[in-house]
Structure formats: C-alpha cells, structure tokens
T-cell receptor, first 112, second 110 residues
Framework: SAVISQKPSRDICQRGTSLTIQCQVD?????MFWYRQQPGQSLTLIAT?????????ESGFVIDKFPISRPNLTFSTLTVSNMSPEDSSIYLC?????????FGPGTRLTVT | RKEVEQDPGPFNVPEGATVAFNCTYS??????FFWYRQDCRKEPKLLMSVYSSGNEDGRFTAQLNRASQYISLLIRDSKLSDSATYLC???????????FGSGTRLLVRP
C-alpha cells in the first residue's frame, strides 16, 4: 500500500486563526479523502479531494470552512478556517485503492 | 438508526481466548466491507476485507451475512498485542465513500 505522510503531526492554535494540513503520498493515487475524528468518536468523512476540480463535500461540511486543494495525484491540503474549540480533532487523509482506503498518521489539532 | 452499529465494549479477555465482534449495517446496497484496527492515538489500519464467502487471515476470520446485513470478526488465541479498537466499515453502496462504525474496544489481559 502507499506510504502517506501528513504535516504537521500536531498543532495548538488560537481561535479565529486557520491551519493548513498537508498530505503527501509516495505514489500517484486517484482517490484522496479527508476525515475528522473528534475525541472519543469514530471517523467522519469531510470531503473527497478531486484532482483538477473542486472537492466534493459531505453534508455538514462547507468549502468556506474546510477549503481543500488537490494540485496533483500525490498531494492535497485541507485548511481549517476561522477555528473554534469545536474544531479540536484529529484530521486524517486517506487514499483509495480499489474500494480499500489507507490512512495517513493524522494531524492532532487543539484550538484554544 | 446508525448506518453501522457496533457494540462499543470493552471486551476484556485473557490471553489465548477466542473473541467475536459483530456489526450490523443499514444500507442493503453496500458492496464492500472491512474491518480496521485502530490503536490508541494512531490512525486506522486495514485489518481485512470481508467477502461474501468469508475469509481467514491467520488467527482472524471475517464473515458476511448479506441477508441479515451482519458482519462478524473472530479472533482466536488472543494476544496482548490484539488490544485495540476494531472498526466495522462499509461502503455506501453508490460510491467509494466509507461509513465507519463507532468501534469495539478489545482489552487482552495477561
């Protein structure tokens, strides 16, 4: 399976600021996804990152809050904008190979 | 009703025990089924895909019952290193989107 890295691994941010999370894959992949895992919860899909077009967002998630870029088949970014303490979560990217998905190590975000 | 339902546990078992986890899903159109393992403060890792005929990987056996919309995972000869949260995952039937259960926590004690 692909090797996936994320930066930063963790951050503590002040409310009202924005953070951009990077996801890098060591091979070209068609499908990339962004998930959120809130404390004690399971994973929730934020959006599918589409190469060359706008991301596809799930219900409850909007582009203004979570803008996503996918400039090529190995890289994507997720920005968490105008953060509030409710945005404190782990953010994970994943890549799809057939119907299976493989996850990056995650970014642990704390908003104070 | 949740799309994917699991008993949260925890299941507390001694080393060497056999333990089984169950999961039900609500979308009859789901086509792909998986078990992921998630260790504390780590990302989920694919444990095994689940096929209609059932499949086995060493000490792990997964079963799928489409008629009952039910998936199971059996772990034989439990090891301390099996302690983790096990996530039941299905696709939404119409796309590559995956739906995650809330997970079942397993604790294997010496």
């Amino acid at each position: 399976s692909a090797v996936i890295s994320q930066k930063p691994s963790r951050d503590i941010c002040q409310r009202g600021t924005s953070l951009t999370i990077q996801c890098q894959v060591d091979s070209q992949v068609t499908m990339m996804f962004w998930y959120r895992q809130q404390p004690g919860q399971s994973l929730t899909l934020i959006a599918t990152a589409n190469q060359g077009s706008e991301a596809t967002y799930e219900s409850g998630f909007v582009i203004d809050k979570f803008p996503i870029s996918r400039p090529n088949l190995t890289f994507s970014t997720l920005t968490v904008s105008n953060m509030s303490p409710e945005d404190s979560s782990i953010y994970l990217c994943s890549v799809g190979q057939h119907y299976e998905q493989y996850f990056g190590p995650g970014t642990r975000l704390t908003v104070t | 009703r949740k799309e994917v339902e699991q008993d949260p546990g925890p299941f507390n078992v001694p080393e060497g025990a056999t333990v089984a986890f169950n999961c039900t899903y609500s979308n009859s159109a789901s086509q792909s089924f998986f078990w992921y393992r998630q260790d504390c403060r780590k990302e989920p890792k694919l444990l095994m895909s689940v096929y209609s005929s059932g499949n086995e990987d060493g000490r792990f056996t997964a079963q799928l019952n489409r008629a009952s919309q039910y998936i199971s995972l059996l772990i034989r000869d439990s090891k301390l290193s099996d302690s983790a949260t096990y996530l039941c995952v299905v696709n939404d039937g119409s796309s590559y989107k995956l739906i995650f259960g809330s997970g079942t926590r397993l604790l294997v004690r010496p």
